[in-house]
Every structure is written in C-alpha cells, then in structure tokens.
C-alpha cells in the first residue's frame, strides 16, 4: 500500500468517526435499535425457519421414507434457508445502519451501480448462473442430502454441505473434494432410501454346496433377529446366486437389504460370523 492510499484510508477512517460522533441521542439510539433488532431477527429467525422447515419436511414426507432420509433432507433445507435469512438480515440491518450514520448519503446511485454490476456479472459469469440453477435443482428434486454418500465423477464421499453454487463431499481418505453445482451430470447415491449388502466368498468344491447355503442362510437370519442389528437390516443376509467358479472352487453371491448406511457395518458383520461358522462346520475356503 502506498502513501497515497493510506493517506486516502485515513482521511475515509476519520470521515467515518467524525460521522459517528456527529449522531444525536436519537440517532444513537435509532443505531443501536437497528442492531439489537438485527440480532434478535438473525437470532429468532433463524430458529423459527429452523423450526418450519423441519417441521414442513415431517408433514410431508414420502410413505416410503426412512427416518435417516426425513433427517437428511431437513439438514440440508434447514443449512440453505437459514443462510439465506441470515445473509438478508445482515444486508436489510446494515443498510438500515448505514442511512442513520450517513443521513445525506444518496443510495439510488448506489442502486443504479448495483444494477449495472448484475447485468456485467450477467454476462460474464455464465457459469455462475448455471451452477446456482443447478444447485436448486438438486436440492428440489432431493437428489442428494448432507450426509449422504455419494459418486461425483469417480469421487466418493460424504456429503458435507450442499451449497448454492458448490457440492463438498468428504473420501475415506478425509480429502475434501469440491464440485460446482453446473458440472455435475451423473451422480451415484449409494444412501437414498435403502442400501444393498452384496459380498461373495470363495469356497472349495470339495464341500457340498447345499450344505453351505443352508449355512448361509441361517447365519444371515440369526444376524438379523438380534437386537443390535435388526434395525439396520431390512431383509436378512442370504445366498444369492453363484458366481465365477474354477475346477477347484466357486464364488457365492451373498446380498441383504440394509437402511441407508449401514450396508458396510452388516457386510462386516456378516463376514467375521461366516469365517467363524465355517471354521466350526469345516468349510473350505
């Protein structure tokens, strides 16, 4: 910053402080009205549209819809609106402000520049529009929630925040990876109203294959009976069909039905009680 700029901040700074000594008791109050009113607007407000929205999104959920979806969709609603809301309190409250400490302040050039700066924003930032239209479009159509894990352009993860113009999601890995809304062409929910469990395991042909699925079958029926984890199973873990064989061994496709998110822990689950239940009846693997 040169001399001439600081001198230009100064000579700003101190026309601002003289403006504030300058106000009257009642200016002065009015000021401090307009901020204790904006706080309690930001404040309340916020908590009230919390309320509507969660509320708004209870009555009308679908049928089909398990409680984690009906939370999902209220977070990600809930995280827009009261963005929204706290941006206009903040921008209606200052601007309130603004006409007190400077009450000769004309703002309709002020206007006039703004509507100038729309219009050249308008045209050169294309992509700016395209990714607010889409951002709306994905929060309507429920495409996806804060918290679902998803597939964007062969990035999977968590998603963090769902925002006007950006999709953040999360990996495994804890990279945070972010995506304008207006690129976003194919996505993959792997957490919108239920999951699917599907492993296999390799066994040898040396066993008898009835005897396995049976296996199969009742250790998945048993895993889902149990407290722990029948609310996370929807339809319990059990022989599918057979995959890929060789001379010597052959694959079994194992599937369930899971809520949203859980398909990885019953996965898990469902292989440590198999090693254990062949290890018991001796079955090769």
Not at 98 to 111: E, K, R, V, Y
Not at 186 to 205: D, E, Q
């Amino acid at each position: 910053m040169n001399s001439d700029s600081l001198l230009l901040f100064a000579a700003e700074t101190q026309s601002t402080t003289d403006a504030i000594k300058g106000l009257s008791a009642k200016d002065t109050l009015d000021a401090v009205m307009i901020i204790v009113i904006s706080f309690l607007f930001y404040i309340v407000g916020t908590v009230i549209l919390r309320y509507v929205v969660k509320n708004s999104v209870e009555r009308t959920k679908h049928k089909t819809w398990h409680k984690k979806d009906i939370e999902k969709r209220q977070k990600t609603l809930v995280s827009v609106a009261t963005s929204i809301w706290q941006i206009l309190v903040v921008f209606v409250g200052g601007f309130q402000l603004l006409q007190i400490i400077f009450p000769d302040l004309n703002t309709a050039p002020l206007f006039a520049s703004a509507g100038i700066i729309g219009v050249a924003v308008g045209f050169g930032s294309q992509t700016l529009v395209k990714d607010f239209l889409s951002g709306l479009f994905i929060i309507s159509e429920n495409q996806y929630r804060v918290g679902d894990i998803i597939d964007i352009n062969g990035a999977t993860g968590t998603v963090e925040r769902i925002g006007a113009r950006s999709t953040v999601i999360r990996d495994l890995d804890g990279n945070v990876h972010y995506f304008p809304n207006g690129t976003i062409q194919h996505v993959i929910n792997k957490t919108m109203g239920y999951s699917m469990a599907r492993f296999t395991v390799s066994v040898n042909l040396s066993n008898e294959l009835e005897d396995i699925i049976e296996l199969i079958n009742k250790t998945g029926e048993k895993l889902a009976e149990e407290a722990k984890w029948k609310n996370k199973i929807i339809t319990a873990p059990k022989f599918e069909s057979i995959g890929e064989f060789t001379s010597s061994s052959v694959n079994l496709l194992i599937s369930a039905k899971t809520q949203p998110s859980d398909q990885w822990s019953v996965i898990a689950e469902m292989r440590r009680r198999l090693l254990a239940a062949f290890e018991k009846n001796k079955v090769e693997l």
